[in-house]
Structures are given as C-alpha cells and as structure tokens.
C-alpha cells in the first residue's frame, strides 16, 4: 500500500461506499448485490476481474483465462446461494492479440456456458497498451430473503468450508518456482493437481440450495482463508475461531507441509481457493452436511464464529502467526 493512500477496504469506504444508497447494494461489504425481481425472487448481480499479470500468467491459454473468469463470478452467484442466470463480459486486449487467441477465448466460454447452463447477454471489448484483461458480470436468481450476507453470522454458529484450501496458492508458487515440486517431494498427480487448481477453479454451484436453506453468512474464499474468515466475522460483528488441523487439504498440500512449513502458511492465507466460507446454527449442521453430502461437494466443520473480534487459528493449541493473512490489491 502506498503511504498516504487507504488499503483496498478503505477505497471502498471513502470513494464508492457513498453511492451505494440502494438496499440491495448492502452497503458494499459484500461479494454481491441483490435487486428485486417478480415472483418472489431477488437478482443476485456480481462482478469480479482478472489481469494478466496477477490472476493469470499472460502465456496461459485463452481458454483457460476465459473459463477463470466466468467461474470466479459463478462462485459469488454459488456464495449467495442463487442459480446461474447469465453473464456480460469485457474484454480489454492487448495491441498484439490475434484472432487465433480470441477463438480459443471463445471456446473456453462455450464450453463453461454449456457445463454450468448460462448464456452470454452482452458486455464489451476495447483495446489497450497494457496487460490483457477480462471483467465478467454474472446474474442469479435467489428466493426473496434467502441471500446470505457476510453480515448474517452469530457467535456460536460453525464454520464450514467446501472442497480444500490451499491447492491454489501452492499451484501459484509451483508455477513461480518449478523447484518447489521437489523440495515438496510431489508425485506428478498432486504437483498437476495444484497447478489446475490454480488456473481452473470450480464453482460450487452445485450447493447453492444448499446454502441458501441453512447459511446465515456466506461468502467464498478468493483472497485466503485467514483474511476471508476475518471479513465474514468482522461483517457479523464476531470474532472467529479456526483449528488448523481440522482445515481440508489435498494431499498436494498435506505433501508439501510435511517437508516445508512455511507451505502451510501460503495454503491458509493464499488466494484463488474459491471454495465457500459458510456460517451454520449448530442445530441446523447434521442436517445440512446430510444433504450437503448427497452433492458430492465436501463440506468440512473448521471452527465459529465467537463473541469480540478478530480472527485466531490455532494449531496444536497454539496461535499461528500468519503475518498480513490474505491477498490485496492495495
């Protein structure tokens, strides 16, 4: 962060936060916006962009750079337990880009639009002296008032999370640094692993029934799960409590703990996870990991949300240490 200028949060706060007068824009402390829709629903409205450079390496292949970036913004629309209704797109591209690149593109959002059910409804493509770059705007469909907010959590629900953390911030270090796969000791399956899991994220669209049924708070971990968790709880005027131990990780990762600490670190407060950070009322979990569990998507208890403030994720009894704790941009 530049002195004398606010991190990204404070951005927000000063510059933007004053226009947002509608209800639905949640005053801007949420992944997404709701705006009222017939027939007892509300319109989920999210957008999220990647740049070259910082969400994807500029030599990744287009497809591939077009499917992260719709499946980022289907992962706000899975967070705020909604259904896919469609998505505009721009498209900022280089002076040298080709029609080659553009067809590859292209097929890379077909072949989404066909495995998540969505179409393209508009956006727009410029030209420009810097990095390629790619803004999604995805729409869902919610039942009125069953949009978890961050907002929504209460000391003594537990957390969960979907799928594994980590996979993506070590995929990212990986691809930084070959080396790390032997210092790592990875088998070819779980160094390929990380590295798909870096490029390739999967929404979790598949839960979002789910979400919107039994989560009082809900949002998903883009920027690590350290810094995310402390978002959800600051949002609900709680504190957090996270056992390490209990955090799911791949066994990529796991490998890769086991023969560097640090590594485990990187996978707490690394981004690009994707996965869902959810609040839960105890008596609501055995029924929500029952139906959670006939979806096929894992969901794993790692802690609650208590009274006070802050975050703490303990491991072995004992407070980690995990400096800034999440990705910003500022």
Same mark, same amino acid.
Request: proline share 6%.
């Given at each position: ?36 829709? &017939? ?34 913004? +289907? ?24 029609? &080659?690149? +553009? ?48 907002? $929504?959590? #209460? ?10 953390? $980590?996979?993506? #911030? ?41 979400? =919107? =049924? ?15 968790? $402390? ?32 590594? +485990?670190?990187?996978? +707490? ?14 008596? &609501? ?15 794993? &208890? ?29």
């Amino acid at each position: 962060m530049t002195v004398g200028r606010p991190d990204e949060a404070g951005l927000i706060a000063r510059f933007f936060r004053p226009l947002a007068t509608a209800p639905g824009a949640a005053l801007l402390l949420d992944d997404a916006a709701t705006v009222p829709a &017939d027939g007892g629903r509300e319109l989920v409205v999210t957008t999220d962009a990647i740049v070259a450079g910082i969400h994807f390496f500029p030599d990744d292949p287009p497809d591939a750079i077009a499917r992260k970036a719709l499946r980022v913004n +289907l992962s706000d629309i899975a967070a705020k337990g909604a259904a896919p209704a469609g998505y505009l797109v721009t498209l900022a591209l280089p002076q040298d880009w080709t029609t &080659d690149w +553009l067809e590859g593109f292209v097929d890379g959002l077909a072949a989404d639009q066909e495995e998540f059910g969505v179409s393209l409804l508009g956006g727009d493509t410029v030209r420009t002296p810097g990095p390629l770059w790619v803004s999604v705007t995805a729409l869902g469909h919610a039942q009125e008032g069953h949009v978890p907010r961050r907002s $929504g959590g #209460a000391p003594g629900q537990r957390l969960y999370v979907t799928g594994t953390i $980590g996979d993506a #911030a070590l995929g990212l270090r990986l691809r930084r640094d070959e080396r790390l796969a032997l210092r790592w000791d990875l088998r070819r399956a779980e160094k390929e692993l990380l590295l798909d899991r870096y490029l390739l994220p999967e929404p979790r669209l598949g839960l979002s029934r789910i979400v =919107a =049924a039994y989560a009082t708070a809900a949002m998903d971990v883009s920027d690590g799960l350290a810094g995310d968790a $402390g978002k959800l709880a600051a949002a609900s005027r709680c504190g957090a409590v996270i056992d390490a131990a209990r955090v799911p990780v791949s066994r990529a990762v796991a490998r890769a703990v086991e023969h560097d600490e640090a590594a +485990l670190a990187a996978a +707490l407060t690394g981004g690009d996870d994707y996965e869902l950070l959810l609040a839960i009322d105890p008596g &609501d979990a055995p029924a929500f990991e029952f139906e959670a569990a006939a979806t096929g998507i894992a969901v794993t &208890d790692i802690g609650a949300l208590v009274e006070g403030g802050g975050i703490e994720i303990d491991r072995q009894g004992r407070p980690l240490d995990l400096g800034r704790g999440s990705f910003t941009h500022f």
